[in-house]
């Protein structure tokens, strides 16, 4: 099995939406289900995956995307790295909630290694 599936010729853009809608429904929620409860997955949710037909590759792919993006976030969060706020205080989005004790931290982590 391909990769991706074999898309039919779509005619008009909104045909394209409805497909692929109906393709990346059954990732999305298998993902969505890994990153909240995992121990939740079961076989089926796997082989909603492969019905709306995605190959067995796609679907580790997906998986892998997933674990890299969370192992990153657990990184950062652990490291406490913030958003340096001296650097660009206009950009943060929560510029009036940012704690002071945060101020400088991804800086100061990098120093504690050099």
């Not at 969505?32 to 019905?51: E, G, I, K």
């Not at 679907?59 to 976030?73: C, D, S």
């Amino acid at each position: 099995m391909p990769f991706l599936p074999s898309l039919p010729r779509i005619a008009h853009l909104a045909d394209f939406f409805v497909l692929f809608s109906d393709m990346l429904g059954p990732l999305m929620t298998y993902v969505r289900t890994l990153n909240a409860l995992p121990s939740r997955l079961t076989a089926q949710d796997a082989q909603a995956v492969d019905d709306a037909g995605w190959s067995g590759k796609a679907l580790v792919e997906m998986v892998q995307i997933n674990a890299f993006f969370n192992m990153m976030n657990r990184i950062v969060e652990g490291a406490s790295v913030n958003f340096e706020y001296d650097d660009a205080p206009q950009r943060h989005p929560s510029l009036s909630s940012a704690p002071k004790s945060h101020r400088n931290s991804y800086a100061e982590f990098g120093k504690r290694f050099e």
